[in-house]
């Protein structure tokens, strides 16, 4: 054996990655001066991909197998370095380790409440949050969007970008549904559906897919919260006073609880007043009291004093008390066809008419009679 054709067996290189972080979408195979071998063995496992750059130009990707490095499954490499069927020396590139993988459960929730108008509340704000999914699909893309030089890209580089994509579209998604609030809870399944759709042509940009997203809550503010669980324990409750009743029956009736004591408490009332009540009667020494007169009935009350109006002439003068009326009738002002108007009386009526005021009219003599005529 030569001994260049040993110290090529001896020196093959071996390039692979293992990874059990569960977070990391792409690493750099680490090689001093980047210098790989002609010849080497690349392994690539299910569920990764191989991006070679070669002098900060991406070269080749390779999918999940086992390759030897040569001139004849490298086209683009060796188009690059314009290599010979014949050359064997070693090469200068860099190998990224792309995770193909799904990475699941990553949350995304809103900072800021959604304001928007609902059917039954009128304006209101709401929160939500869940979790999603992404996946590299087009490893060289992602490559060269997103991860540049870093040589261990994890998820939290990525994830906020995307959470913010998401929550744009979330919101616009509960603003454009017109679906109430307290309908929400049986449609997140499609609220979800329809923001996955959404955001897709925008991280398709960078190489990924969105292969779920799920809303898992959407919550209103506390305060309306509480306001909402006092309407649904009153929709419970039922008719409130019966439920006093009952809750105070039912507390009544347990032993060892509160029930007893109001029970013992309600029958020493009971028996201290029916105590009282015999004590009484007995009076001091055992005589018994006489009856105490009975409360004289309090008066009726005065009865209202109506006013008077009077029309003549086309117009009306007052108000007048019944006083001053019998005054005016004394004197002649007033007259038994006198027109007079008091509140709840229907319309004007002759005063002789009305019967608190033709007693006015008794207490005068008639007009006297004519003379007899001379005999």
Known sequence: MALFDFLSGQFIDVIEWTDDTRDTLVWRFERHGHEIKYGAKLTVREGQAAVFVHEG?????FTPGLYMLETNNMPIMTTLQHWDHGFRSPFKSEIYFVSTNRFTNLKWGTK????????????IRLRAYGTYTIKVTDPSLFMTEIVGTDGEFTTDEITFQIRNIIVQEVSRALAASGIPALDMAANTAELG??????????????GLTLPEL????ISLPPAVEKALDARTSRGIAGNLDDHMKWKAAEAM????????AMGAGMGAGIGMAMGNAMGAAAGPW???????AAAAPAPPPPPVEHVWHIAENGATRGPFSKARLGRMAAEGELTRQTLVWTAGQD?????DEVSELAQLFTVMPPPPPPPPPAG
């Open 253 to 260: 009736g347990q032993p060892g609880t509160m029930g007893d």
């Open 286 to 292: 055992g005589q018994r009291p006489q009856p105490a």
């Open 112 to 123: 800021n409440p959604v304001m928007l108008r609902d059917p039954e509340f009128g304006p």
């Open 193 to 206: 559906k329809l923001v996955a759709e959404a955001i897709s042509a925008t991280i398709k940009q960078y």
């Open 214 to 217: 799920y809303i898992e809550n």
């Open 57 to 61: 130009q991406l070269a080749d990707v």
């Open 347 to 351: 319309g004007w009526k002759p005063a």
